[in-house]
């Protein structure tokens, strides 16, 4: 067992936590861009109170999540119990115990215990939680989140811990940006809402009527953008309409497994373990929310959307976050959007990226939300390209093509587009080769510092508002004016942090 050693801005969650616990805040939320840390942090604070007596209980969404998070003590060598009927890791005498919160609902008596972590917190607040929360006030509580906007989080929790935005993660190389292609979308037009959201069995409908379209854009997108099929999941409506585009994948010569909660754990548990493998043949797994939380799988390289959602904005988070985690060789992930979830939620993913979560709100899964008329889809893309325009940008990332004031827009049906980068390109002209060049230094400025080389690609989008083009070039030394470049942009980040601190 190596010692585990923390980032900055994960030390400065642990001592963020500790301060809110001198504060006499029991109930507090550690948020985390997806890919963060989230474990690490809480592997950490477990060593810190295990050696003062301290009880411990890790609260979990689902049964996988329970295995997964058993898995991550054991390599740390933190000795537990599973709370879980017939389970072989039952060992209730144990200091610091996992369970689910289902379990915890059944349960007579619950167990006692001093700290609680609660894993995703925002799919666990059940009313057994909340009533567990008001029944003993000075329980110490600790819910863990990249997406903290369940409405009760606000009322039942006071201090939230946010150091570190996914701008900045993917500044650093410990995420890797997000290239964006939006076609022909599920058709919501109509259908009914049950409990915020479309009706599953209608919306299963709309989404089968498309099905073709993804798999051909599938194909289409993965020869231009790599040249093959990376490793891909997608999610889909419902397990029907999961079970047409599988059958549609393999018709097509793609080698591809819907996973659903209609199977066996243990058919579910071989199938991953195959998509895991380096060398494995299957290239994509599709399921409707398996795959939304809990699966970490760093060389994922491109994320379907097939599956609309009205409000859930966390779900949307959670779906795209998949693909962000960093792996050799890996510069960007490909979100392929047939859902409208990309513009629907715009807003939002442009002021959690860049500013990151300031304050735990009446809950933005819950806020009312307009949906985009065509008329307003179809402005907002690039009169030249079709590809989306990021907000607050006049150059598009995709052509490079500047926005003119009352521009009439051009509209190309059922062409795939690129959605720009979250940040705004400058308006000038380069020639291809000073772009090669640029990117060139960029990549030995990713490889010099330890960074991901997805910092790079990254980097070059917020320079010139599109990205790189061509073969990768090989990394070159940093000139004067790529590191001149670089330290403004290092300066204005710095600057922008500084202001979401305050």
Known sequence: MSQLVLRDYQVN????????????????????????????????????????GTRIMFVCERRVLVEQFSKHLDRAGIDHGVLMAKHWRFRPQCQVQIASVQTLERMKTLPKVDLIFIDEVHACMRQFVINLMLAQPDLRIIGATA????????????????????????????????????????????????????????LEQRGRQIVGDVVADYVRISHEVFGEYRKTICFSCGVEHGAELAQRFIDAGVNAVQISSEDAEEYRDQVLEEFARPDTDLKVVISVAILSRGFDQTDVEHVILARPLK???????????????????????????????WLRFQEDWEKLFNDGVESLGPGTDTKPRKEPTPKEKEAAKCPKCSAFWPPKTDTCSNCGHVRAKHNAVETVAGEVVEVGASKKPKAEKFSAEYKRDFYAQLLGNALQRGHNPGSAYHRYVEKFGVGPSGPKPEPAPVGEEVRRWLVSRNIRNAADRKRVAA
């Open 13 to 52: 969650s642990v001592e963020g936590l500790r301060d809110g616990f001198r504060a006499k805040h029991t109930r507090q939320v550690l948020t985390l861009p997806t890919g963060g840390g989230k474990s690490r942090v809480m592997e950490h604070m477990i060593h810190g109170v295990q050696a003062k």
């Open 147 to 202: 997406t903290p906007f369940h409405p009760a989080l606000g009322r039942h929790f006071t201090n939230v811990v946010s150091t570190i935005t996914m701008s900045r993660l993917v500044d650093e190389g410990h995420l890797v940006p997000f290239r964006v292609f939006v076609a022909r979308e599920v058709s919501t037009e109509g259908l009914k809402v049950v409990a915020g959201e479309w009706k599953k069995d209608d």
């Open 311 to 341: 409000k859930s904005f966390s779900e949307h988070v959670q779906m795209v976050g998949r693909g962000a985690r960093p792996h050799a060789g890996k510069q960007f992930c490909v979100i392929q959007d047939h859902s409208g979830n």
